[in-house]
């Protein structure tokens, strides 16, 4: 099942739990668990999920570029997802969008960074 899909009520539950844990998840299984939640309570967890992806781009992806800015790209999606329900949560917005930049400037893509550049001006 990937992200996109509904989340099925033992799938919610079992995210919950590990999150719930007394011991401190990896970061993947965080992000993994994040994807559910925030499917079924989006105001509390995209928020989340915004900052994990980034962690885990980071920490888990730092030699491999073309996944950590997927990583990141997915981060700023669910960030405008949040925006488009809470426009005041405009910071995470633009966190999220400085940091796909940032990546995008490691990678070399500078015909990409007008566009971030334009999204983030938008946005402020």
């Given at each position: 099942m990937t992200h996109t899909a509904h989340?099925?009520?033992?799938?919610?539950?079992?995210?919950?739990?590990?999150?719930?844990?007394?011991?401190?998840?990896?970061?993947?299984?965080?992000?993994?668990?994040?994807?559910?939640?925030?499917?079924?309570?989006?105001?509390?967890y995209l928020p989340l999920l915004t900052v994990a992806l980034y962690e885990y781009s980071r920490q888990e992806f730092a030699d491999e570029p073309g996944t950590a800015l997927a990583l990141r790209a997915e981060a700023v999606?669910?960030?405008?997802?949040?925006?488009?329900?809470?426009?005041?949560?405009?910071?995470?917005?633009?966190?999220?969008?400085?940091?796909?930049?940032?990546?995008?400037?490691?990678?070399?893509?500078q015909a990409e960074l007008d566009a971030v550049d334009r999204e983030m001006a938008g946005v402020v």
């Amino acid at each position: 099942m990937t992200h996109t899909a509904h989340p099925s009520h033992d799938m919610v539950l079992r995210a919950r739990v590990a999150l719930l844990g007394s011991q401190a998840l990896p970061v993947r299984q965080e992000v993994a668990a994040y994807r559910v939640l925030a499917q079924v309570s989006p105001l509390a967890y995209l928020p989340l999920l915004t900052v994990a992806l980034y962690e885990y781009s980071r920490q888990e992806f730092a030699d491999e570029p073309g996944t950590a800015l997927a990583l990141r790209a997915e981060a700023v999606a669910a960030a405008r997802r949040m925006h488009a329900m809470e426009p005041d949560r405009a910071d995470l917005l633009v966190a999220a969008l400085i940091r796909y930049k940032e990546q995008l400037t490691v990678m070399g893509r500078q015909a990409e960074l007008d566009a971030v550049d334009r999204e983030m001006a938008g946005v402020v």
